[in-house]
């Protein structure tokens, strides 16, 4: 029998599922959305379903069955349910939508979504260790076999998320991706059909009844069970973590779980060694694993807080992007990859402590594999939900080190050295820190924030950690997971207020507005002053900020979040504009930064899409646009993506101090847009506009033409520039992918210099006395010559 051979297809099977989980994950956060409760119902569907495929083969299929065939017809499987879910997604998102707001509740609503796609694939996913595991029971070294060809798919994962996230969805699309996932399981079963001539197999004749759960192995189960509870829960803990320091880019996030995997992949073969040798006790060693993990963890939280948020790395931006990865990836192996070998070691060195007597190989390795699954689920679950949000990563760090300790209890193995190591790892677990506030409010510019900084507030959510500070005593600053969101500077300032007035003015009666992310809420803000204004929704995916800003910028938001026209929405922005029935006359939109994982798809052609159909005549989008840590590419990209669905768009810019570029605002409608000068400063010279000419004149627009001089540029002027842009659509995300390479670059004078050039004064679009016209060009000149 050539166990290698399989060992390759079996490598094969991992690459493909993992291709698929990334995009399967993606296609599905498009239909739920991606907040924390969507993400927790995505990842425990899938991982369910592969736990529910483990215990199933092994009841459904017979012994009699040659293992290869049912491999090869459970590949077959995988491929076409793959293709399934890539085309049938849109009639997903399309029953999705029609049933919200009905008779079954949102969050099982999601779970039925999840269920749909993702049950069937996954089934067979699970199915195929067991299936394999059938075949070499008659080995030498089977159990030893068995761990190694789970280290195997292992392996194939990490080839299938670096494949994924650094080749195929960046330069191609989910569609390619998954064509590629479906010819790997289609190359995979037709050798495994063709070996299935090749290699004999008497079925067992053994009765089908032997899967009754093995004597005394319950310990076994019980802390494989808690292994896979911590590992997942560790998981989840240090990629918010690590995010934080390296930058919560799609590539981070490839980067983390790729290292995480082989971690578990070389874990997995070194286990399946030691259940080889001869005179060893496994469950000894899973018992000494269990210990090991508590000091790895603890040694991963202490060098996560203390040592690797000081690494300088690649923070000014002159390091080639294979430098800056590999910083990177050095970072996840000091911290990550100790405790993930052991985990990974757990999975071979439980399969060798289980009565393996007269038991179908199938059940053995099903239920085994299902605990392993079932506390993987629960870990994700309680700690993304439950732990960070409650107690945060700290104390939730020392929770994992004392489920580790508990798990080599259960096993009752050496119980006076499991005692002494427990005294060691609890004094360890004691002294963990709390990750650095700056860290959070920073991250991997952390070191180049100097000066006097006084924290105001930190907190760790369910989707975000938020950090609210103070600079010299003056300014208040506001973070999201190490991204400065918004702050009380002046430019900051100017734009959050850009992004609010520019559209309250040009709309000659706006009522309602929907504002996507509500940071420091001085963009919603900017419309309470507005009189004309009688609902404000803000759609805001972490529920700690909005009462935090209410506290922290009440005087520069103008009260926003307690004014009674305000609704707050807590929902993924997505989600929200594709299952709400509300039409407004204003949308803007000020999410974080487009680099950051899982903020594209508000860039993307059918959002616009969305945003459009959910305008009443005549009504607005406003969307921010970042000129710095971004390159020409995803500038172009986010433009074109925007003028693809609003052709009439157009560009206002906003200066620094010293006149360079620092990001800009798009403005899109339907028809034509055209600008009467004189009406809006007959509204501006009203008594009821009193509040608004004073939020204008607090960030430097001491009149109409002032604003409106902020016109840089119309889509047709740019038509040459974005001529070979990409666009951002769903299927492909391209802009994530883009904006990840480019979050170390200065080059926003470049950037909106190359889109200057370009422009010309739109006479069409502004209408006037000869010397209103003249007064504005005459401050749009002024605004140039100062650039």
Known sequence: MSLPLLLILFVGSGCSALIYEVVWLQLLQL???????????????????MCLGSLALPRLISRRQHPLKVYAWLELGTAGFGLIVLFGMPYVQDLYTLSIGHWIPGLLLRGIACAICLLPPTVMMGATL??????????????????????????????????????????????TASYVAAAINIAVAGISLGLASRIPYKGSTQSETAARPAKGSAPVFTAIALS???ALGAEVVWTRLLSLMLGATVYTFSIILGVFLTGLGLGSSAGSWLARTAGIKPRTWLAVCQILQAVTVAWAAMVLADILPYWRGNLDGKDTLVVAFLNDIGRCVVAILPSAILWGASFPLA????????????????EVYAANTIGAIVGSLAFSLVLIPGVGTQHSQQILIALSLIAALVLGEQMKKIAGAAVVAALMALSIPAVPWKLIAFGHKLLNYDGNWTLLYVAE?????????????????????GKVEASAEPQDMRLQRLLGHLPALLHPNPHSVLVVGCGAGVTAGTFVVHPEIQQITICEIEPLIPPATAQYFGAENHGVVRDPRTRIVYDDARHFVLTTGDKFDIITSDPIHPWVKGIAPLYST????????????????????????SSVETVQSELATFFEVFPHGTVWGNLNTDGAGYDVVLVGQVDDLKIDLPAIQRRMESPAYMSVVKSLRDVGY?????????????????????HDAQLNRDRNLRLQY?????????????????MMSRTRFPSDIFSGSPAEINELQAAMGRLRTAF
């Open 606 to 629: 059918e959002y616009f899409e969305l945003c459009k159909k959910h305008l009443n005549p005549g009504g607005f989008v406003t969307q921010w646009v970042p000129l710095y840590e």
């Open 130 to 175: 067991p299936a394999l595991a059938r075949l070499i029971e008659e080995s030498p070294n089977a159990t030893s076999w068995w761990g190694f060809f789970y280290g195997g798919n292992i392996a194939g994962g990490v080839i299938g998320c670096f494949a994924a996230g650094f080749y195929l969805l960046r330069v191609f699309d989910m569609a």
């Open 351 to 366: 399969l060798a402590s289980v009565d393996k007597e007269t038991r179908d190989p199938g059940h053995l390795v099903g």
């Open 31 to 49: 239909v739920i959305g991606s907040s924390a409760p969507s993400l927790a119902v995505l990842l425990s569907t899938f991982m369910g379903g």
């Open 738 to 754: 883009l904006a990840g390479l480019g979050l170390n670059n200065y080059l926003a004078p470049q950037i909106y210099g190359a």
């Open 228 to 230: 896979g509870l911590c």
């Open 702 to 722: 001491y009149s109409a033409t002032d604003l409106l001089a902020t016109y840089a540029v119309r889509a047709d002027d740019l038509r040459d520039w974005l």
């Open 461 to 481: 959510g369910k989707n975000s950690s938020v950090v609210y500070s103070k600079w010299e005593g003056a300014t208040t600053y506001f973070s999201v997971s």
